[in-house]
Nanobody, 117 residues
Framework: QVQLVESGGGLVQTGGSLRLSCARS????????MGWYRQAPGKQRELVAK???????TYADSVKGRFTVSRDNAKNTVYLQMSSLKPEDTGVYYC???????????WGQGTQVTVSS
């Protein structure tokens, strides 16, 4: 069984930075990519950034140029470096292990990010 544990969330002022970490334990079988999603109050969960096993990255338009997703395979950890944070970046950030269309994804428990204006 795979477990994803996020850390690094917190309260930060507008323009500040945070780095989220997602530590994975368990088998990597079927995992194609690791990603970060976020959910703001009253809104649907949305993709923030994703990194494939080959290192290809994808970003939501709203975070391009401000966020960077990376992975350290030796530590089984994925990171999300967030800079120039805005109040609209506030939400619960979830780590995701994408297993494609045929297998259910794995999700972390989420970490709260709050950006004050």
């Amino acid at each position: 069984q795979v477990q994803l544990v996020e850390s690094g969330g917190g309260l930060v002022q507008t323009g500040g930075s945070l780095r989220l970490s997602c530590a994975r334990s368990g088998s990597i079988f079927g995992i194609n990519a690791m990603g970060w999603y976020r959910q703001a109050p009253g809104k649907q969960r949305e993709l923030v950034a994703k990194i494939t096993n080959g290192g290809r990255t994808t970003y939501a338009d709203s975070v391009k140029g401000r966020f960077t997703v990376s992975r350290d395979n030796a530590k089984n950890t994925v990171y999300l470096q967030m800079s120039s944070l805005k109040p609209e970046d506030t939400g619960v950030y979830y780590c995701n292990a994408d297993r494609g269309a045929l297998l259910p994804d794995y999700w972390g428990q989420g970490t709260q990010v709050t950006v004050s204006s």
